[in-house]
Every structure is written in C-alpha cells, then in structure tokens.
C-alpha cells in the first residue's frame, strides 16, 4: 500500500454519508490503508479517483489464475522476502513437461504420472499442478493435436508454449475453457500476442533477455490493459535465474516497483541434463520465490520429497499445522494393543507415528486436539491436562477396539498421571518416553 | 519507470572462522549480504560440505545409505580416508555415538584416540561430534581436545548445560565451538553470549541452531536461521555473526520416507535416489537460508549440493 490514510483521505468525496458501512470518510481512509476493507464499498468516488486508489491498492505482487473452476491455480500475491514475516501465500505450480515431439506412449505415460501421483499427508493432497504443452517442431497440427490430448488425459492446469503466436492460437482453441497460460509473449511478437491474450483472457507469460528488458515489455502489457502476467527472465543458468529471483522479488516489495510486481516462471528442465540436480534445483526455486517452476518429468523419489518441502515453506509461521484429533491405527493393532495418546500438532504427530510404524509395534494413537501445540507447551497451556485427555478418550470409542484399560502418556507430562488416572476410573496410566526416539524400545519392552 | 537494481542496506557482516591447521585449513563466513544475494554483496568463502564418518558402525540406517561405505563401516580411519579421497568431503565430521552412556557407553579417553587417529589420517578439517548427553560429551571432547590441542577441531554440540567445560577446554587447547540451541534466535543469541563471556574469541564460534530435513520441520530451522542472518547483517546483531553449522544427514535418513520400499509404496518412487533427494533437498534448503557447513552423509548428496554451489558461484 503506496498511500497513507490521510493521503486516501484527501481524495474521497469527504460527504460522511456513511454509504461505505463506516460513519466517515476519514475512518474509510484508514481503514482502506489497513488493507481491511474495500475500494468498491465506496459508490461515490469519479473514475480517475478510483483508477488512482485501485492502482495504490494493489497488492506489491500480483496475484494470477491459471485455469476455470474449482481447479485453477492461484499464484502470486505474495508480500514478504522472508516467511516468518507473514507468510508465503500462494505455493509455487509444480509443472511436467509434454512436447509435440514425443511419442504417443510418452505423452500418456506422463499424463499418468501427473493424474496419479498425489500423496496425502497430515490431512492434505499434495500433487503437482501443470502440464507445459511445449511445440518443439513447429507444426501447428501436431501442437494441437497435442493440447487435444492434454485437455482430455488430465484435470491439470495448462501451459501453451510456443514461439508462434498462430500455434497459440490453434492451442487455445483446442482447450480454452481451461485458461491456460500463454508462453511466452517477448518484444519480436508482441502485438499479435497482445491480440489473442485480450481475446482468450488468458493469463500471459512475458519472455526476455534480462531483467530490464522484462520490465519494458510488462509496462507496456500493462499499458494495453493486460494484468495477469508472469515473468520468465529468460535466465537458464542456474546462478543468474537465482539472481534474478532474487531481484525481481526485491523489486516488487522493497521499491513497489510495478513492472515487476507479478509471480515469475522458472525452468529447471532447461538448467541441467541430471533429474537428480534438476529436483535440488526445483527445490531452490521454491524457497525462492518461483511461481511456476517446470520440470523435465516427474517420478515419485523428487516429485515426493519436493512437495513435502514445498508445504514446508509454505506453512503459515503463525498457525501450527495441526492433525485431526481421533483415533489413528498403526501396524494393523488388535484388541491387545498398547494404547498411546499424544498432541494434535502436526509435526508431533508425525514424528511419533512413524517412530510407532517403525517399531513394527501394533498401536493405537490417540491424538488429542491441543490447538496445533506440541506436548510441552499444550501442557503449560492447560490444553492437554488430565480433565481434557481423559473424557476426549472415554469418549473416542476406543474402548469398542481395545479390551485392556492401559493408557500411555508423553514423559514430558508424567506430573499429570495420578490426576488423569483419577478422570479415567479403572484405567492404569502409564508414563512412556519424552524423546519419540526411544518409543521403539518402549514399545519392544512393553508388555499390555 | 526505469528500473534500478534494488539494494538492501546491510550494516553487519559475519565473521570469519578457520578450521583445521596450516594448509589444510578452511575459512567459513564472511558474508556480506543475505546468502547467494550476490547482487547485494559477497561470499568470499562458499559454504563447506563435511561428511560424516561413524565411530562405531551404525545399526539403523537404511540399505542406501550405508552401501557407499560398506567396506570401511567399522574402522573410522578407513572411512574418513574414503570420503576424502573417493567422494570428495572438505571435511569430516566424526560423530561419536559409541559414547552414549546408554549405548556402548565407550570411555572417553577410548574414543578421544578414536578422534586422535582419524585427525592424523586425513588433512581436511575435523568435526567432532558428542553425543548431547552433557556430563559424557564434557569428558569426551575435553578429551579429544587436550589429546590434539592445537588441531583447531569444532566441538559440538556444546549446549548451555555444558558449554562451561567444554568452552573452557576449547580454549585452552585451541580448538572452535558449535554452541547449540534448539530453533530460536534468542537462545542462540544467549548462549554465544555466554560463551563470549567465558573468553571463547569470536573467531572461534560458529552456530549449531539444530536442524531437522524436509517433512520433519524444516521450515522452524529455515526461518530460525533466516532470521540469524537478518539479525546479524541488517540489525548490528554482534552476538549473531558468526558462520552456521547444519548437521543435516542424520536428520534427513533417519525419516520413515527415506526407509520406505519402492514395493510398499510405489508412488514414493525409487528408494535410494528418494534417500538422496531428501538428503541434498534439504541441504539445498538450509543453503538457501544460511548454512555455511553442511554435514553430509550420501556421496551423491554431496556431490549434487556441491555442483549446485558451485554453479550459484559461478
Ligand atoms: S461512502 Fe464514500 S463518501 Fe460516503 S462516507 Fe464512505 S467514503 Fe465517504
């Protein structure tokens, strides 16, 4: 936000009439400058007013949509160089490569992969997002025979790529229901791809040799009334696509800099021949700052590991990942099986479940809802005390599964044992490890 | 609007630490600008990789990750030559776990000749790692510290409950310090300043702020450090400018995800090449948030992390 409220305040209409749901024009201001409320609450303001606040309103960043529906891919609209800040908003588009020069056989094969490779994690789908349509020979049949294809083989979001602005346009008649992004405008075939960009409505990525270059062309996308861009610096070694990042990022946030206040495109299948350095690559790309970041393929030993760090780094640093609270079943348990309880939170629950799993140990995990706190501190917090462990359990219907009355709890709360052995009757509470590494030869010990 | 490259101002720098002795020796740190902002300022001494070397043969860990080192898995001196020789380590860090009093709780003078023989047999610098049971790593690396003075080991992880005495015989025998804390700015911050009280010199400090791999809470570590960096570089931070020290491969192998078969789980793809990519996707990760070592375990880890910082240098 480039205005202050006084500043706002000096351009709105200054009548109070309180159409905007606040008494005052002043209190709109600040509250417009607070980002807490809208410009269109207004119904008052001229038109050169509006373009005027809307354009110091915006978000540093763009935010873009790639895709129709329910399916469409937001990217952009992030505000912070560094996550603990706020938070990343919109998680980099993890993109598979197709061309016009593979084989049938291949082009399925990678459809495939794209629809069957999502992995569920602490309550989540992770998958990856695009399909890069990529016209290598230049026929305009083949492209879009192929864009055919990918319309039908998968719900992934789409990318065109081609240097023809007339292949585009055959692609994006082939699926433009699915609003697919548009690769690449650059300055040789601009104004027939300002054409078709304005008569699909799709989302444009801008091409270029250099940083500067980028920022001429999307200043004048944006003169031709064209905002839902992405920036592709044209970097393919991996030391100036860092940088470039890295400025670009800097830009938008630190100077407000708009020509380059949109989410960017990287192309790690065009940084190296390795799919093992492409994966770290990709890695790289996705703490830093990429919008999209386009791979040669996918295989299930990157694709995996890259997801989980791309929800890594995008979890929000001020609300914990939490697990939902019940009862979770690991190594196949029986009615004989050892019964342990531990904290919603996310991280806790997944360290302790795959000690369980690996000590190969039958069990029942009870995780009880701390709020996305781990034990210590849910424990300080009076959120995973003996009153609420123990009717949350009474209550999981745990005691249908198991026939023993034996609880485990955490070490780091073994205070609190005789007071939940007092809520929970008849039951024999149990103090297991603090540390979830030494849970395997508990377990192994342990007799129910 | 023509546009201008923008610059972050930067008022700190961190510190540099050199490891090991004459020519062997390594400079860490130096940083003048947020890591690879290279456009901003420099690195003059790119992150470091070490790789580990067990002290006694390790009995859980998965298939992948103990192939490479199969024919030296008992004897430390053969495999710290290895890593040096066939994959490349800059240095070695020798992890001590047969001193856990409850494991094979070996003594320490035992396992100070175990660090005395390793040091005599490689020319890169040494890492020496306790096992964070205080009472057992103030006897060992005091040990192993007075054994080789003068050898400009790092020692670690020395926490607040036992930095005094190892932050004592590290100064007396001329050695670097790991001051470890768990994953908060303040605590790392406390702890070096209690060590600098102790008389440890600021070139002899570098920070451990524990890390954990990817799917296991990399993202706590990566703004932790992050945040050291901000501190230290933009805010005058004194008793935050020193080098920082990820020991990355343990945590990143000893994952569910890195043991699971490609026939259990299809989908996870093939098991040793996954074991890699959490290894040096992790790796990659802390580099991009500030480490400038980085403890290795897998050779082709080490090797994709280390072209991939040499391709960032350029
Ligand atoms: S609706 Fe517009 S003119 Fe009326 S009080 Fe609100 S800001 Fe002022």
Redesign the interface.
């Known amino acids: 936000m480039a205005l202050t409220g006084i500043e706002i305040y000096k351009l709105l209409p200054k009548t109070n009439c309180g159409d905007c749901g606040v008494p005052t024009c002043l209190a709109f201001a600040m509250a417009l400058a607070a980002g807490k409320t809208e410009l269109d609450k207004c119904p008052h303001l001229s038109e050169e007013v509006r373009t005027k606040l809307a354009e110091a309103s915006a978000p540093p960043i763009l935010p873009v949509v790639i895709g129709a529906g329910d399916n469409a891919l937001k990217i952009g609209g992030e505000t912070v160089m560094f996550r603990h800040e706020k938070r990343f908003e919109n998680p980099p588009g993890i993109t598979i490569l197709v061309t016009d020069k593979m084989s049938d056989a291949e082009v399925k094969d990678r459809l495939k992969k794209i629809n069957e490779l999502p992995y569920e994690r602490v309550g989540l789908t992770l998958h990856a997002d695009l399909v890069a349509v990529k016209s290598e020979t230049g026929d305009t049949a083949k492209f879009t025979a192929l864009a055919n294809k990918v319309k039908a083989g998968t719900k992934a979001n789409i990318i065109l790529m081609s240097e023809k602005v007339e292949t585009l346009a055959a692609g994006v008649k082939a699926c433009a229901e699915r609003k697919p992004l548009l690769y690449a405008a650059t300055k040789d075939n601009f104004e027939a791809i300002v054409k078709l960009t304005k008569e699909s409505g799709c989302p444009l990525a801008v091409k270029a040799k250099s940083v500067e270059e980028l920022a001429v062309l999307t200043e004048k996308l944006g003169a031709a009334g064209i905002k839902n861009i992405v920036l592709d610096s044209g970097a393919r070694n991996v030391k100036q696509a860092l940088q470039d990042q890295l400025i670009i990022r800097s830009a938008a946030l630190n100077k407000k800099y708009r020509p380059l206040g949109y989410p960017t495109i990287v192309f790690p299948c065009e940084m190296t021949k390795d799919p093992m350095k492409e994966a770290i690559i990709a890695a790289m790309f996705v703490a830093k700052y990429a919008g999209i970041i386009v791979l040669s393929d996918l295989n299930g030993e990157s694709l995996f590991p890259l997801l989980v760090a791309r929800l890594n780094i995008y979890t929000d640093p001020q609300r914990p990942m939490t697990t939902k609270q019940g009862i979770y079943e690991i190594n196949n348990p029986n009615e004989n099986s050892p019964l342990m309880v531990t904290s919603n939170f996310s991280l806790t629950y997944s360290i302790v479940s795959s000690e369980i799993e690996s000590s190969k140990v039958p069990c029942y995990l009870f995780v009880k809802d701390t709020e996305g706190l781990s034990v210590v501190t849910s424990w300080a917090a009076g959120k995973f005390n003996s009153e609420s462990i123990g009717s949350a359990i009474l209550k999981s219907g745990i005691t249908d599964k198991i026939k023993h009355h034996k609880l485990i709890i955490p070490g780091y709360i073994a205070d609190e044992r005789d007071a939940i052995a007092e809520e929970m009757p008849g039951w024999e509470i149990i103090v297991g490890p603090k540390d979830a590494a030494d849970i395997t030869p508990f377990l192994k010990a342990f007799k129910p | 609007?023509a546009?201008?490259?923008?610059r972050?101002t930067y008022s700190g720098k961190i510190r540099e630490v050199t490891a090991g002795k004459g020519e062997s020796a390594l400079t860490v740190g130096g940083e003048t600008a947020f890591p690879?902002?290279?456009?901003e300022g420099q690195m003059p001494h790119l992150p470091r990789l070490a790789m580990e070397v067990y002290d006694s043969p390790p009995s859980d860990w998965p298939e992948a990750a103990v192939e490479p080192f199969k024919d030296v898995i008992n004897d430390p001196v053969n495999w710290a030559k290895k890593c040096v020789k066939e994959y490349g380590a800059e240095m070695i860090c020798l992890q001590l776990t047969s001193t856990d009093p409850n494991g094979e709780n070996r003594p320490a003078d035992k396992a100070a000749e175990i660090v005395k023989k390793v040091a005599d047999a490689v020319s890169v610098p040494l890492i020496v790692w306790g096992t964070a049971n205080h009472d057992k790593d103030v006897e060992v690396l005091s040990a192993a510290a007075e054994m080789c003075r003068d050898r400009n080991f790092i020692l670690g992880p020395v926490e607040e409950g036992d930095h005094k005495q190892i932050g004592a015989a590290a100064k007396e025998f001329n050695h670097i310090i790991a001051a470890a804390t768990p994953i908060d700015i303040n605590l790392a911050k406390q702890l070096n300043i209690l060590l600098g009280n102790l008389g440890v010199p600021d070139d002899k400090l570098i920070i451990d702020p524990t890390v954990s791999g990817?799917?296991?809470?990399?993202?706590y570590c990566?703004?932790a450090m992050?945040?050291m960096r901000?501190a230290a570089l933009t805010q005058q931070d004194t008793k935050l400018q020193f080098p920082i020290i990820a020991n990355i491969a343990r945590e990143a192998w000893k994952?569910?995800?890195a043991?699971i078969s490609?026939k259990e789980n299809?989908?996870?793809?093939?098991?040793k090449?996954?074991g890699?990519?959490?290894e040096?996707?992790?790796a990659?990760?802390l580099?991009?948030?500030g480490a400038d070592i980085l403890v290795m375990r897998h050779p082709?880890a080490l090797r994709?992390?280390k072209?991939?910082i040499k391709?960032?240098?350029?």
């Open positions: 609007m546009f201008e490259i923008p972050t690879f902002y290279l456009f990817i799917g296991y809470g990399i993202e990566y703004s992050e945040r901000i994952t569910k995800e043991r490609e299809p989908k996870m793809g093939e098991a090449r996954r890699i990519l959490l040096a996707m992790s990659t990760l580099l991009m948030a082709d994709l992390v072209e991939l391709d960032l240098a350029g």
